[in-house]
């Protein structure tokens, strides 16, 4: 490319970066809500450094508000950060600097790679979820559930992670290994504070069905990991003792056919079962301790290899009274259902596999259809079939009795109908220095008290060493300032709760905030959330899409019951966007596949990125980044900039009086090139508003630049009053319509244009339908040379259609006698040569 092809993007961009800062041009104005659009991308944790994949996710929220703005909506656009957390605290003792200054300083840093990218927000609401004035409000919330009866402290065995020295939450384990550092998670048991989400389990699940604009795949996950299943509760009876051991089934109907049971190692009554044992329990113990160590993970996997040890007791079946084995065994799990399980080993895999290994009885009860085999030698018969060997409900089709069977049990006072949920309450204590402190005081006298509300906030005391103590307290243990205060009841001394929330608590809410970021009453104003909520449109990553949503969408519920809201779900619409890669693999330090994003905008200028990272492929698809495609981008932006300058003039024409395009003459060309203009115009209103197809808005927009050059080679450089105007329209829509991806570069051409008030002012393009009509050419159409009929067709018709129409005229096939020609040649819109 020769120099003067090259459009400074330099100077335009720093132009047009501080006009929008100093201007504030993506400020809000909350007061009014009409046409809102609350338009939220999920707020990053400070890490730093942000490349080009993170871009994407910025960049795409930055073009929906920005187009938003120019379709006239009032757009609310706040961005804040999710400042506490882990990694804060890993990187701030690696590099001996404290988590408050790493994050002010990463904080700055982003925002800078923000305002680069042209990314506006309306910053006066920025919110830090580390900020006191933040997480006062946290910590309100934390009150809130307390008084609600569903904020509750229970000892609870947690998943410890050696090395973090920390307890993790069940998310955090992977395969049985901490989610950050890998090491093996072991098992221990601590005072921790819970929300009661599990209350709220059949309304998050059914709620889901109102979330029309969520991604399908979201909310499949989301029902997953709620897991809700139907079943019963069936009661057993320890023969030794009498006691009622109940077990959680899916599948009653197979009751005649449970041959022993299994409880899981933590089951309350596995010490009393030890204590009784004639061996003296020793291998029992034994057995306990080692299948702990497995975690909950390992133990729910398909694949896990079966063990269990036989007690030596036996329960009592209700439906026959018949006495079976009990035993433990290292894949039932204590947290679901009720830690016991009937085992039917002729329907059921795993426990036809624990069967065989141990030589337990397998006896098949339901018989599959005739001809098909049933249990087989290798697997259980585990779908739906006729009953069999099973009393009163011989013959019956299994799923028909099922029911049946659960009213039987109810009768005979043995079991009932109940649901089951995999979704397990949301631990939030953490031993950590970096997060909002758990506002609770312990009193000798007077128990758990929670912390008045006016003494909110609990401040987060500024600790020298805030590494985690290892014994499992948080290092705001080690703070006698901190940890000794006194008791808000009776005066008395007293000592606070030393650990902090989990950071997802800080993300549940701050939606909330930004409607009004610094109120120091109340944590938002009930008034305004109910005008701005739901979030119209919340964008974000996938890996989001279980955890982070369900914690909203929980809080959010909760703040409904207690009359501060008057919505029950936040995020209206969900658009997860997918990975950018980079040699076939997420981006990271670690891989050394970072792209940064400043090399790129020194040669190329932040639109050029924009464009490309849009350009790139569907947004809600991974996509492998291209360093030399990022060039097609730019040969764009140059080859707009040049034609809009070379007819400049057109264009302010066109923008000094747009109605006079409606009386001047125009040819075909001009009417072609109309056409194609607003065509790309409904094409992009389509594409941003309804789909958030940004690749295709882009290559209309290449096309209608594609479309300006042959109009103007068409008119073979005669300028009709018309092709000005034609010429200036379209180029005219072209800046707007490029302008939310490419802001800087049209920012500049449309001042160049000479329009007042920045192109946020202007208004999106509509459509006229009038010039979407297309016109009609009549075709001559010939037999060897000779004139042998007329065809009308749209213009530019397609060479094949036209040549089937001809063909198809009854004065040619009557030429042709029933042969084929030997060739037809078409000139377009004039004219059809047939030569027989
Ligand atoms: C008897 C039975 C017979 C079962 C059969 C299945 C098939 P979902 O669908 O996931 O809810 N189960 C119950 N509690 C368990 C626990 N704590 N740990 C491990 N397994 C447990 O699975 C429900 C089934 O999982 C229950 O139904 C139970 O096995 C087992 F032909 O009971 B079933
Ligand atoms: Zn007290």
Redesign the pocket.
């Known amino acids: 490319m020769s120099a003067e092809q090259h459009y400074p993007f330099t100077e335009i961009e720093a132009k047009w970066q501080a006009r929008w800062r100093e201007s504030r041009s993506m400020a809000c104005d909350i007061t009014d809500a009409t046409d809102k659009f609350y338009c939220l991308m999920m707020f990053p944790y400070p890490s730093g450094d942000l490349h080009v994949g993170h871009g994407r996710n910025y960049i795409i929220g930055d073009v929906l508000a920005r187009y938003l703005r120019m379709e006239g909506r009032n757009v609310l656009a706040p961005m804040g950060w999710d400042a506490f957390g882990l990694p804060a605290e890993n990187a701030a003792i690696k590099n001996n600097v404290h988590p408050a200054d790493w994050t002010t300083r990463n904080i700055a840093r982003m925002k800078r790679q923000f305002s680069r990218w042209g990314i506006e927000y309306d910053w006066q609401r920025e919110v830090t979820s580390c900020e006191p004035e933040y997480y006062r409000w946290t910590q309100w919330l934390f009150l809130q559930l307390f008084d609600a009866g569903l904020a509750v402290r229970k000892q609870a065995d947690v998943n410890w992670c050696p090395s973090c020295k920390t307890v993790l939450a069940n998310e955090q384990v992977v395969n049985g290994r901490c989610e950050r550092c890998d090491s093996v998670v072991e098992d221990r048991s601590l005072m921790q504070w819970f929300f009661r989400i599990t209350e709220y389990a059949d309304r998050l699940l059914g709620d889901l069905d109102q979330l029309d604009h969520w991604p399908e795949r979201v909310k499949t996950m989301q029902r997953n990991w709620i897991?809700r299943?139907a079943?019963a509760r069936i009661d057993f009876e320890l023969v030794s003792t009498g006691e009622k051991v109940p077990?959680?089934?899916?599948?009653p109907d197979?009751l005649w056919g449970c041959t022993y049971m299994v409880l899981?190692v933590e089951h309350p009554l596995v010490e009393s079962i030890i204590a009784r044992s004639a061996s003296g329990g020793a291998d029992l113990r034994a057995f306990v301790s080692r299948v702990k160590r497995l975690g909950r993970e390992a133990r729910g996997d398909a694949g896990l290899e079966k063990e269990g040890i036989a007690t030596g007791e036996e329960v009592v079946n209700p439906v026959n009274g018949r006495r079976i084995p009990l035993w433990l065994a290292n894949?039932?799990?204590?947290d679901?259902?009720?830690?016991a399980?009937?085992?039917?080993p002729a329907?059921?895999q795993r426990?036809f596999e624990f069967a065989k290994r141990y030589n337990l009885p397998i006896e098949e009860v339901v018989a599959p259809p005739p001809g098909v085999q049933g249990t087989l030698p290798g697997a259980a018969w585990?779908d739906a079939g006729v009953l069999v060997r099973s009393g009163p409900f011989d013959g019956q089709k299994s799923d028909e009795a099922l029911p049946k069977v659960i009213d039987w049990l109810r009768e005979h006072e043995a079991g009932d109908h109940t649901v089951?949920f995999r979704l397990r309450d949301w631990l939030i204590s953490r031993q950590r220095y970096w997060g909002a402190p758990i506002p609770i005081i312990y009193c000798p006298d007077c128990g758990t008290v929670p912390v008045p509300e006016k003494d909110l906030p609990v401040r987060l005391p500024t600790l020298v060493d805030f590494r985690p103590v290892g014994d499992g307290r948080s290092p705001l243990a080690t703070s006698g300032e901190f940890l000794h205060t006194s008791c808000p009841k009776c005066a008395g001394p007293a000592e606070r709760d030393t650990d902090t929330m989990d950071t997802f608590v800080d993300s549940s809410w701050y939606f909330l905030r930004y409607v009004s970021p610094h109120d120091s009453e109340r944590p938002f104003d009930p008034a305004v959330a109910n005008r701005w909520l739901p979030v119209d449109q919340y964008i974000g990553g996938v890996e989001h899409a279980i955890l982070h949503l369900m914690y909203a969408r929980f809080i959010t519920k909760v703040l409904h019951d207690r009359g501060w809201i008057a919505f029950k779900e936040p995020f209206a619409r969900l658009f997860t966007q997918g990975m950018i890669t980079k040699d076939g693999a997420k981006m990271s330090k670690n891989k050394g596949n970072v792209v940064p994003p400043d090399v790129l905008i020194e040669r190329f200028g932040a639109d050029t990125e924009r464009v490309y990272t849009l350009f790139i492929g569907p947004p809600e698809k991974d996509a492998e980044w291209n360093d030399r495609a990022v060039e097609g981008a730019y040969k764009f932006l140059n080859r707009t900039w040049r034609l809009v300058h070379e007819h400049l003039d057109a264009v302010r024409a066109y923008a000094a009086n747009p109605a006079a395009i409606t009386g001047v003459e125009m040819g075909s060309v001009e009417r072609g090139l109309r056409r194609k203009t607003h065509s790309c115009v409904q094409k992009m209103r389509r594409d941003l508003a309804e789909q958030l197809h940004f690749n295709t808005a882009i290559s209309a927009l290449m096309e209608l630049v594609n479309d300006c050059g042959e109009a103007l080679r068409a008119a073979e450089g005669a300028m009709s009053p018309g092709m000005r105007l034609a010429i200036g329209e379209a180029l005219h829509h072209l800046i707007l319509m490029l302008s939310p991806m490419a802001p800087h570069v049209c920012e500049e051409l449309w001042e160049k244009v000479g329009r007042p008030g920045g192109i946020l002012a202007a208004r999106f393009p509509q459509a006229d339908l009038s010039a979407l009509t297309v016109d009609s050419v009549t075709l001559v159409v010939q037999v060897n040379g000779k004139i042998r009929g007329r065809l009308d067709m749209p213009a530019g018709a397609a060479e094949a259609e036209v040549k089937r129409q001809a063909l198809a005229l009854p004065a040619v096939e009557q030429q042709l006698g029933g042969t084929a020609p030997r060739k037809v040649f078409v000139v377009p819109d004039k004219l059809v040569n047939i030569v027989a």
């Open positions: 897991g299943s079943g077990v959680f089934t899916t599948r197979t899981a894949y039932v799990v204590m679901y259902g009720t830690g399980v009937m085992a039917v329907h059921d426990d585990q089951s």
